[in-house]
């Protein structure tokens, strides 16, 4: 355990023993001899939360670690290239479309300029105007904003040419925007197909970057004006040549943030005194982005340098979002296609920074002479050959320079800049290949695959990685990968391997405290605690009524008609039938429900007996549950007709089939802003109220993947003042983990039946 020194702190900060405490209780150091410390309490763990998940052989040393990720990298990029094929090039577009690779006979609605140079195509469904002139639906599909797509025509051949390719920027329900580089000038005008494309820019940068960490492991890793990369001192704490070392003095420091907590304050102290690197473990609400804000801050106060990423765009954006919020003059630039970007963020991008700049003001003079240019050689005759010689000299020249002024510009914005923010795929982009840094800070950093972090770890002296291992990992199409190691992140291996440099936050300003009660003794050894401002609230408070634990009756619950009248519930136990898509379903019933009852925290409903089975999708591995989807959709309806707003509530599913099914019965209710996703969808999210559909149902007792307790970890403290389980608790109870939680609800909350719910099941 390394012991450290701290320098007296500043007027208005802690005391000795209270920062003892802090440091012990957080931290596991060792302060004796140092400061004027009580004794610790024996048997108090430093941090090490979840060394319950398992410690595979992991490479001993570098050369291992490349040769191993080489391989599964390899092994990842195969299985995502024979996912696409399947999906797309090896079927008509049809089956594309219903996979939700593709999505046919769209037409243009909108051409829009201004996103920093690109341009914004609107696509919308070909179908014509749906009920009341409203846009037509798009048919369900697994696009996502940032995907790379292209744009055929909806008929022709699945691997032409694309009449352009570019990346989506926005989807709603009715249309997706794409942004291109430049509109193309004809083949707009007809029908199209969108199609996904793979992207295999991730795996090249995630190649060069284990050949940059072979290269800082023998000393030879320079920038191209022959400065030696830093990571030298990283590496050797990660692969176990040197223990991770803290300053010999504390650094004072006074927060920009005073409403930082003890465990905060901890963290920031821990991150500031590391010399190589430092973790901090951010359960779920508990200020982990506002801990590394006040990290990042603090670095830039004493003259860092830092380079500030995170696994996907929204957690750089919402970085950058708080890092200008909380300091306006600092000299941050974020890097990144601008389709990728928040819009509020836009004006921190590098576009926007290099529009602003002196060299590019003289590019824009290059531009205008090249035009001008242009228009006296449209103005020549067939006669005035030397001149018009010496005008193309002069394009040639002038396009030189246009180039190198915008380079330049590029340069001098990224050189400037204090805090350069970007992914983990763009801290690998040629871009960087000149830029050092004292401090690279990762966030989301359990979610991030080993070998991309190490792309931020290698440029920088010291990290600090902030993520939780206890929620989702990174998404990994090849299980054999995922399997041989690919799925272990970098952050959950030092949090077995160091603890003593990891600092666990611990209060958290989401969840009523009995929502939290149930991840903290499950996962965080009972460790977390819930701030005041939490820890009673409910739904009560927002609908301005007083909160009571009254037991909530069901007084009638409407006619509930119900009605499916395409496809047929079919009985299906262990036997794989096609999901009964109801393309008529109506929830008329939903708006009668005479019920407006208090809400519990918790809530337990249970599909036991009510014969709401699961179905196994005909194509595919995913699972729905009709009976269990209109029970849902009731409850939801209950809680908006007592005056809960649909965006306030969140529709939580594993199966990709039910959140299919539930959107569709979502559709034509005035429900539009009601959000239904899986899991990985609302992770770092939150809503006041959430409905978790567990879809299981089966008489072997089943339960698939509703067994990884990070992903039910997810899903549960996405609730700050309510969560409702929907579940066949017979079928779930087969798994220790899973009964637990069915417990946990029934005893701290309300259990009904969902023959409550749906009566005429
Ligand atoms: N010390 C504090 N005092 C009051 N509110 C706080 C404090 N720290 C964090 N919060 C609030 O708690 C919420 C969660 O904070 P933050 O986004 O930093 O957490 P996180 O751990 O990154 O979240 P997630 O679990 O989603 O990853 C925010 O609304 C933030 O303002």
Redesign the pocket.
Known sequence: MPKVTVAPPAAGLFSDSDLCEVLRKHLGLDTTGHLSCPPAPSGRSGGNVGAGVHNQDEPATVEAFVELTRRLIDMERAAEIEQANVETSLCSPEAAQSRGRALLNLRLDDVEGGLLGRTLLTLVSNKGYGAGGALADLPPHKFGPHDVVALRPSRGPVDGPPVVSGVIYRIRETSIVIAVDEAPEDGLDQPLRLDKLANEVTYQRLFGTLEVLLRVRSGTAATPDGRLLPGSSIVDVVFGRREPRLADAVPVWDPFNH???AS?RAAVALALGSQDIALVH?P???????AVVEIILQEVARGSRVLATAASNIAVDNLVERLVKAAAKLKLVRLGHPARLLPQVLDSSLEAHVLRSDSSALARDCRAEIKDINCRLLKLGPRDRAERRALRGDLRRLAKEERQRQEAAVVEVIKGAQVVCCTLTGAAHRQLESELFDVAVVDEAAQALEAATWSALLRARRAVLAGDHLQLPPTIVSDEAAKMGMARTLFERLQLKLPSASAMLTVQ??MNKVIMQWSSDELYEGRLTA?DSVAQHTLEDILGTPSTQATPTVRKVGTNTFRVTSGKKTSSKGKHVKVAAPSVATLSGCGQVEDVGLFPVLLLVDTAGCGFEEQQEAEGSSYANFGEAKAVMVYVRRLVNRGIAAHNIGVITPYNAQVALIKELRQGHDLAALEVSSVDGFQ?REKEAIVISMVRSNEAGEVGFLSDRRRMNVAVTRARRHCAVVCDSETVSHDDFLKRLVDYFTEHGEYRSAAELVPDA
């Open positions: 409403g930082l907590d905060q951010g779920p609400g508990t200020g982990k982005t506002t300003y989401r701030h770092g």
